[in-house]
């Protein structure tokens, strides 16, 4: 069980078995960079020499973060001992391991991508609807809001829903326009929500850990729905679009 993690980054290095700078700057102002710039940095297709020194800087983030991931990295010693003497300390406390596999908080709502957490698409399907402004819809069940929070997956009813990632069930009700509803929680404030599930096919229950792929329950129209299909809310406080924060994450829509 984790009860805690120390986090820091060097910034670059110099020649080998030394470090020319340690990292000064706060983490909470890497955490207000956009995601966008994230997966800049990270993108593992840029081999520019520019790039170069923030890759290093993310390796060496993980070997302390992370330990599981650095067995066969070779990485000096003495950047590890750099970044702990100099690095702001953020300790984690969880009451189990699947609330740090969302990686670490930010204040702004967005999310580092962490390494180590598996992300998992939700369900097979072309997406239907997608995030944002969009025309009501009326069924017997109801009406629909003008802005759509979520993406919709559109998938046979009855095929299975995967968690999308490690974490703690919230709830598994019905929602009313939302229909049969799974919430998860993921630590650091994040939350994926899934909704227009088939009545009666909840295989996991509130207060219930769940990993990346756990089958959760399976695809309905319940709730205002005007056919077969998943809708999937991310929210971190408040709803975000998921298209951006899934893809940078690895999960191809």
Known sequence: MVTGIRCGFVTRFGPPGTVSRAHSDSISD???ASPISRRTVSDPGQHSRRQRPRMVRSLVALCIAVPS????????????DAVQASAPTVVVTAT???QLNAGPESSGGNYM???DAAWVRPVAGKITSWYGPRPVICTAGGCSSTFHDGIDFGSACGTSIKAISPGRVVEARNAGAFGERVTIDHGSGLESVYGHMQTGSFTVKAGQLVQAGTIIGKVGMTGVATGCHLDLKIRTGAYTDPTPFLTFRGISL
Do not use: F
């Open 96 to 98: 189990d391991d699947s």
């Open 30 to 32: 890497e955490a207000h």
């Open 113 to 115: 991508h962490s390494a």
């Open 69 to 80: 991931l650095v067995t066969g990295l070779s990485i000096p010693a003495n950047a590890v």
